[in-house]
């Protein structure tokens, strides 16, 4: 994980995914199981609605930082450009495609509606300190995501999918870099820490949690960290958040996951065993 982000760098380097040397037309000749295009569907979702996701920022304190907005322009276009590649791919092995947006709009719950309400309202009554909330947030969100690509990348043995997915995780990086480094830095005042991190062991959840059904989201806790390794890849996430000012002995990823267990018994043994 990156210690310091240099904001001038990202903005100078910033891109949509480049795929233009990947061999589209060598995708069906690699097996895909059901459960990737599962997999790859929910992440397509959840890459291409951030930009439904910014509007709601752009409503908060968040808007009126430079730095922030700077960073969200250049974010939002690559993340679309993450699930616009994924589905692309799925559409080269033969999967039609989809109105993403439209789907998750149907599959939003009406809880996660008045969260976003709530967010918004909540936000104006804290100022500037909501920003602190946003970036710690954010950081654990892209660490979990790029955690998640990497789990796909062991456990598919598709070429192709392998290699996108290892260049998504190099913008995921630099996404999570930033965040984690603008909580750091905002972390150090006292009355966000106390706030972000009882907001954060209280109501963070996996990404999608809200827009995509509880089905869903329990069945990509068990694919992609219901095993050892994936178990192990959520007690370093846990390990990672916890350096965080305020954030010692942080548990929330184990715990979010161990919150499926009841659906799926196999995740707690495997988490309790790491």
């Given at each position: 994980?990156?210690?310091?982000?240099?904001?001038?760098?990202?903005?100078?380097?910033?891109?949509?995914?480049?795929?233009?040397?990947?061999?589209?037309?060598?995708?069906?000749?690699?097996?895909?199981?059901?459960?990737?295009?599962?997999?790859?569907?929910?992440?397509?979702?959840?890459?291409?609605?951030?930009?439904?996701?910014?509007?709601?920022?752009?409503?908060?304190?968040?808007?009126?930082?430079?730095?922030?907005?700077?960073?969200?322009?250049?974010?939002?276009?690559?993340?679309y450009f993450h699930g616009h590649?994924?589905?692309?791919?799925?559409?080269?092995?033969?999967?039609?495609?989809?109105?993403?947006?439209?789907?998750?709009?149907?599959?939003?719950?009406?809880?996660?509606?008045?969260?976003?309400?709530?967010?918004?309202?909540?936000?104006?009554?804290?100022?500037?300190?909501?920003?602190?909330?946003?970036?710690?947030?954010?950081?654990?969100?892209?660490?979990?995501?790029?955690?998640?690509?990497?789990?796909?990348?062991?456990?598919?043995?598709?070429?192709?999918?392998?290699?996108?997915?290892?260049?998504?995780?190099?913008?995921?990086?630099?996404?999570?870099?930033?965040?984690?480094?603008?909580?750091?830095?905002?972390?150090?005042?006292?009355?966000?820490?106390?706030?972000?991190?009882?907001?954060?062991?209280?109501?963070?959840?996996?990404?999608?949690?809200?827009?995509?059904?509880?089905?869903?989201?329990?069945?990509?806790?068990?694919?992609?960290?219901?095993?050892?390794?994936?178990?192990?890849?959520?007690?370093?996430?846990?390990?990672?958040?916890?350096?965080?000012?305020g954030f010692e002995g942080f548990?929330?990823?184990?715990?979010?996951?161990?919150?499926?267990?009841?659906?799926?018994?196999?995740l707690s043994g495997k988490l309790?065993?790491?």
């Open positions: 994980m990156e210690a310091t982000f240099d904001l001038d760098k990202y903005l100078n380097v910033s891109r949509r995914l480049d795929v233009a040397d990947i061999a589209w037309e060598d995708v069906p000749n690699h097996p895909l199981s059901d459960d990737e295009v599962r997999v790859l569907r929910y992440f397509i979702d959840i890459e291409t609605y951030t930009i439904v996701y910014l509007k709601e920022l752009l409503s908060t304190p968040a808007a009126y930082d430079t730095q922030i907005t700077a960073f969200l322009g250049c974010w939002n276009y690559e993340e590649s994924l589905e692309r791919f799925l559409q080269a092995y033969g999967v039609p495609a989809q109105k993403n947006n439209d789907r998750v709009k149907q599959d939003e719950s009406w809880l996660n509606k008045v969260w976003l309400l709530a967010m918004t309202a909540f936000s104006r009554l804290l100022d500037w300190r909501f920003i602190c909330v946003h970036m710690s947030w954010g950081a654990l969100n892209e660490l979990s995501t790029l955690m998640a690509y990497q789990q796909i990348i062991v456990k598919s043995r598709h070429p192709i999918l392998q290699e996108l997915c290892r260049r998504i995780i190099k913008d995921e990086r630099r996404h999570f870099s930033f965040y984690y480094n603008q909580a750091r830095m905002r972390l150090e005042d006292p009355f966000c820490r106390r706030l972000t991190r009882r907001l954060m062991d209280r109501f963070w959840s996996i990404v999608g949690s809200g827009q995509k059904p509880d089905s869903e989201v329990a069945f990509i806790a068990r694919y992609l960290f219901g095993d050892e390794a994936g178990a192990k890849a959520a007690l370093e996430m846990d390990r990672v958040m916890a350096a965080l000012p548990t929330a990823v184990t715990r979010t996951l161990a919150h499926y267990a009841g659906i799926y018994p196999n309790n065993s790491a």
